[in-house]
């Protein structure tokens, strides 16, 4: 293809051959614990293998060298592209490159500039694109604006545009670029996820005429480089993603005067899964038929030649059986040899091959890969069950949990949300993928029991205690896939709070955040509360103290205040002691919670300021003020000390009148509690 | 009228302070025409009745006098005089409207505004959205404002401004002057979530028409501290565009103590009162003005700023020297001269395209006048005269042998034998000497050059003047 328009005889030696560079490593441990045994790039999207979408579409393009670069379970990539069919094309030659040591793109890079393998413009992709753009069209663009943008273009970025917030966008990918409008040349690259604000210096305006900022972009991480780039990472180990390479590129551009450039896609699909956020939302996406034609019922996969698409996105494999009175409703995906009991339901999900579901079951958003078996009337939403899984009886699986290898849980048990679970208790064959740094570990859990027949271990990543636990926090909450909805709301207000930023008050974000809070208790009303959910709520709580920028000092009262709120909240017309017993129950409920924020002494006296604000505004809460306080006493989140301390203080505000009454109202307790402290105090002494 | 125009022929003209000594800067003649006459002329055209005209007090007679009677304008206007030299042109519709003088929406123009735009394109944007501000954008002066001024050279440069527009091109979402931004800017990440991509275009001029609706005229007397339009009140409206409306106190939880008790004045949006269904046919209407997302129209914003943006014809501010002399030139010659004589049709200036000189100009043998130059009545010009891409004022005596290039001569200038002007202005009532050798300089009103001088960039103007200075 490329001999016919080869006119320029410069060109001709370049476009000999086509090249492409998968990494076929993810680099992190997003997807664990299931990559303990499997690279991520061989978990299966809609029953096929990522790695398999991706040669899919660079052979198709008519790349002749691909070069897959895999570190961590390198010889089960191996094995997976010698049995598949790629590895038998006369086209395109499929070769693996295998390197241990490597910990990013950047090294990878770094190795293949060392084996010299690269003599022209290349594809560099991950090995868990799925794509359906035209990427030999794409590296022909590359090579031929080389003529007007000079040898030093050294990347072309492409993207797909897409308004923020489209569920296929990577909330790590969450960027502004500022490009030169006539040439999409970028001139500042941002990563905003993190930041209210996106910061252009000004000489980028000063030295363009016209620059566009666009935040409408879905980064595909497919990259079309100039043969120089591995040599930039060679020069610079500090490149370890394509973000250090975009920044170091703009940062030196005068000094080296190399330059970058995007190519905006519009009607064609590309998404990396490089998260289980992006996993749920691919595979979303292939079900609806957006990446035609890579869809299940194209058999560009041999083995998928027998699946038919019916109405409603529903693929079944040819021998599936499913029962009468089975119902699957919209977008699933039936694999081979797949029985479904009656009366089960199932929306938005993959089944893989050779599953066993019972009947009753409600399968919602789920994954199930092979071999998995769901017994009667279990329940799953928007959760990864791997292959061999099984749900005994009446299990119920919450949103975003991730079942690992031959994990079984149940019967009769609610895996709460986010949790992940593995077989084997520890490892001492550290056989983890794609470690980090931060290499997670396996804990022990003997006290998390998933039901009576249950093989399952708790997975979490390491605690680090001497970093604060903020990171790993928004970790997880990333992670947590089946979340989604939640986490758009949470973003949709604080782009309400932003606009009000300009004539900010301060009560403004309190206000939401106590009103999140409060719909976050809620939430959690029905659940019974232990460990694990006490922490998801803590998660919770802490991610919408961060959102809203609340300070601690105001948290404690706050959470204290909602915790008390809430039952007025719901029935406005409880009264006297029926208000106060449930205040009550709510208060024993939650106080793992309170007692995780209200424990220093500074802390108690917040939380005691807060209520004391409250009574001034609710009539109700002040009639019961004394009763509520000894019952926060009994339960031992104030201490005595505190209560007395906070006695004694001197009117803060205006309203001495209140603050008086309510002394007054209290110093029954005080006095009790005084002599108890007197009491004990005597005990001591003697 | 749907709206109502107010001409601002007040300015001082600090950038002309040269020229403005003895004449108004809205007296000042380009193509031996009041300037402000243009701007009056084009409101003509477009079919207004009548229009205010905002001018200092001392100089009201003379304008109202040059404009009924030398140049016959049938529009009627209102003049409005201004006691105050120090107030600032929103300072000025504010005490417009204080004195109750502005019933409808506006349309504010400024005097120096040459331009061939045909304002119901601009309009038509302003009724489309149903904006608050619309503004006219030129992509063009920059290249008038770069060629080299007459007078004494300064090193000042044009100011940028920063214009980011939404996808269409249309709606400024952020508007910033070079000056202004110290090192970066700092754009919030909700204007991005609305509009993702926005586009910043660094050179263009405002050209100083701007379309208003009259709530922001209500706004302006409650809010005295702004007292500038161009540099104040537009960044500001363009700033408020995403204020988020306070939420009234139905919508806050109830139990909510730690609350700021406010004592707010009311705020911008308060004031914004869209018409009585505009808002009801917006939700009932599919029309939208974005996509991408499920929000109503215009996010909900009530306080939207557009632009119109200029792309071909003229369009010239004469603010300053060079600006100045170049729109000389441009109504008198140039590329764009069949453009400027078509809509300047009226009167003396080319009806007929040879008619560059006035009938009643005396031109002696052997004289050569430039068809890119413009010659007004009475004037008298002498043997062997040669004058290219100039304009020549009324009632003038050229003498013999006397060349002019690149140049403005007022009315009743007379330039003795053998002298030499290039690219200069030369006020009314002067009086150049023999064989003078005048390159780009500015001389000053009843100035008289010593015969042989040889001048290159000055100001020649009066002396106490340049005491002040």
């Excluded at chain 1, 250090?244 to 190519?263: A, C, H, P, Q, S």
């Excluded at chain 1, 694999?335 to 479904?340: L, M, Q, Y």
């Excluded at chain 1, 403004?508 to 959910?533: P, Q």
């Excluded at chain 2, 700023?305 to 020297?321: D, F, K, S």
Aim: with cysteine.
């Amino acid at each position: 293809m490329s001999r016919g328009k080869g006119k320029q005889r410069e060109d001709l030696k370049q476009e000999d051959v086509s090249q492409a560079v998968v990494i076929a490593d993810s680099f992190n441990v997003r997807f664990g614990p299931i990559t303990d045994r499997k690279p991520r790039t061989l978990l299966p999207v809609a029953n096929v293998a990522m790695l398999d979408y991706t040669l899919e579409s660079l052979t198709s393009a008519g790349i002749q060298e691909i070069f897959v670069f895999c570190c961590h379970h390198a010889d089960k990539i191996k094995e997976h592209i010698s049995n598949s069919k790629f590895s038998s094309l006369t086209s395109s030659t499929v070769s693996t490159i295998v390197s241990d040591g490597c910990m990013s793109m950047g090294d990878a890079l770094r190795e293949i500039h060392d084996k010299s393998i690269i003599r022209s413009d290349f594809i560099l992709i991950y090995g868990d694109v799925v794509t359906n753009a035209n990427l030999s069209s794409l590296l022909e663009e590359h090579k031929k604006s080389k003529q007007t943008r000079g040898n030093n273009a050294v990347m072309t970025m492409v993207y797909k545009s897409c308004p923020p917030r489209h569920r296929t966008r990577c909330q790590e990918d969450d960027v502004v670029m500022a490009l030169e409008t006539s040439t999409n040349r970028v001139l500042h690259y941002q990563k905003v996820a993190d930041h209210r604000k996106f910061v252009l210096p000004k000489e980028v305006l000063s030295s363009n005429n016209e620059v566009t900022l666009r935040y409408d972009l879905l980064n595909c991480q497919i990259n079309i480089c100039s043969p120089q780039v591995p040599s930039l990472f060679k020069d610079n180990f500090d490149y370890l993603t394509r973000d250090d390479f975009v920044r170091g590129i703009l940062e030196n551009e005068e000094i080296m005067g190399y330059t970058m450039y995007i190519k905006v896609i519009q009607d064609q699909y590309a998404a990396r899964i490089s998260n289980l956020h992006m996993y749920d939302a691919v595979s979303r996406d292939i079900l609806s038929r957006w990446s035609y034609p890579i869809v299940p019922d194209n058999s560009f996969i041999e083995e998928r030649s027998s699946v038919t698409y019916g109405r409603h996105n529903v693929y079944l494999s040819n021998d599936v059986t499913l029962a009468r009175g089975c119902e699957l409703e919209k977008s699933v995906y039936v694999g081979r040899g797949t029985s479904v009991g009656s009366n089960t339901v199932i929306t938005n999900s993959v089944i893989g091959k050779d599953c066993r579901i019972g009947e009753n079951v409600k399968i919602d958003g789920a994954y199930i890969w092979d071999n998995v078996t769901i017994e009667n009337s279990c329940r799953v939403e928007s959760s990864i069950l791997c292959n061999g899984v099984v749900l005994y009886d009446s299990s119920h699986v919450s949103q975003g949990c991730i079942l690992s290898w031959d994990v079984k849980v149940g019967p009769s048990i609610t895996i709460p949300r986010g949790t992940r679970l593995k077989s084997s208790p520890d490892d001492e064959e550290d056989d983890f993928g794609e470690d980090l740094p931060e290499a997670d570990q396996a804990t022990k859990e003997n006290a998390h029991h998933f039901g009576s027949r249950s093989q399952a271990y708790l997975f979490r990543l390491t605690q680090d205690p001497t970093d604060s636990d903020e990171e790993e926090e928004d970790q997880l909450i990333h992670d947590m896939f089946g979340l989604e909805i939640q986490s758009e709301s949470e973003s949709d207000t604080e782009t309400d709070l932003d606009e009000s930023s300009e004539d900010n008050i301060m009560g403004d974000d309190m206000d939401v955040f106590y009103t999140e809070a409060i719909d976050t208790l809620k939430k959690y009303k029905n659940l019974k509360i232990d460990g694990t959910s006490t922490e998801n709520l803590k998660f919770e709580i802490n991610s919408l103290k961060h959102s809203y920028n609340i300070n601690i000092r105001d948290l404690y009262g706050l959470i204290t205040k909602a915790i008390i709120d809430l039952p007025m909240r719901e029935d406005a017309n409880l009264d006297g002691n029926q208000l106060l017993s449930s205040m009550k129950q709510n208060l024993t409920k939650y106080q793992a919670l309170i007692k995780n924020y209200v424990r220093s002494g500074e802390s108690q006296m917040d939380c005691l300021h807060s209520l004391e604000d409250f009574c001034q505004t609710n009539e109700k809460v002040q009639s019961l003020f004394m009763k509520l306080l000894h019952h926060l006493y009994d339960l031992d989140i104030l201490s005595e000390q505190a209560v007395i301390k906070w006695h004694g203080l001197p009117p803060m505000g205006d309203n001495t009148e209140l603050h008086v009454s309510i002394r007054k109202q209290v110093a029954p307790l005080i006095k009790w509690l005084q002599e108890a402290e007197e009491e004990s105090s005597e005990e001591d002494s003697d | 009228m749907e709206f109502q125009p107010i001409v601002m022929a007040g300015g001082p003209g600090s950038r002309l302070s040269d020229l403005t000594v003895k004449c108004p800067k809205a007296l000042l003649p380009i193509g031996n025409k009041p300037m402000v006459w243009y701007t009056i002329n084009m409101l003509e055209k477009a079919g207004f009745e009548e229009a205010i005209v905002v001018v200092q007090e001392e100089h009201c007679e003379e304008i109202k006098n040059q404009l009924m009677d030398i140049c016959a304008v049938k529009i009627r206007l209102d003049f409005f005089s201004l006691d105050d030299d120090e107030a600032g042109t929103a300072d000025v519709l504010r005490i417009l409207g204080e004195k109750d003088k502005i019933k409808r929406d506006i349309l504010i123009l400024s005097c120096d505004l040459i331009t061939d735009v045909s304002l119901h394109n601009v309009a038509n944007i302003h009724r489309t959205y149903d904006a608050s501000a619309t503004l006219l954008l030129s992509q063009l002066p920059s290249q008038y404002y770069d060629v080299p001024a007459p007078g004494v050279k300064s090193k000042k440069r044009l100011e940028k401004d920063f214009f980011g527009f939404d996808e269409k091109g249309e709606r400024i979402l952020f508007l910033t002057s070079e000056a202004d931004v110290e090192e970066s800017i700092e754009m919030k990440k909700s204007i991005l979530r609305k509009h993702p991509c926005i586009n910043i275009k660094t050179k263009l001029t405002d050209c100083f028409m701007y379309f208003m609706k009259k709530w922001v005229i209500d706004y302006l007397i409650e809010y005295k501290t702004i007292s500038d339009l161009k540099g104040e009140l537009i960044p500001h409206l363009v700033r408020k565009q995403f204020l988020k409306p306070k939420k009234s106190d139905k919508d806050l939880p109830k139990p909510d103590q730690s609350v700021i008790v406010e004592t707010t004045k009311a705020d911008i949006l308060s004031f914004s009162k869209s018409e009585e269904y505009a808002d009801e046919i917006r939700s009932m209407s599919t029309w939208i003005d974005h996509r991408g997302d499920m929000e109503d129209c215009f996010h909900c914003s009530k306080i939207r700023c557009y632009a119109y943006l200029q792309n071909e014809g003229v369009c010239l501010r004469a603010n300053t020297l060079s600006s100045y002399s170049e729109s000389n030139k441009q109504v008198g010659m140039g590329p764009v001269k069949r453009k400027v004589q078509k809509i300047f049709s009226a009167l003396d200036i080319g009806k007929d395209k040879d008619v560059h000189i006035h009938p009643s100009a005396t031109i002696k043998e052997k004289s050569q006048v430039g068809a890119d130059c413009l010659v007004a009545e009475g004037a008298l010009i002498g043997e062997r005269v040669s004058i290219k891409k100039s304009v020549v004022g009324k009632h003038c005596k050229i003498e013999d042998k006397v060349k002019i290039t690149n140049s403005v001569i007022m009315d009743h200038v007379t330039v003795k034998e053998g002298s030499n002007v290039q690219g200069s202005i030369i006020s009314a009532h002067s009086l150049i000497g023999e064989k003078c050798d005048l390159k780009d300089c500015i001389v000053g009103n009843e100035q008289h050059v010593n015969p042989m001088g040889k001048y290159t960039n000055e100001a020649i103007v009066e002396v106490e003047k340049m005491m002040e200075i």
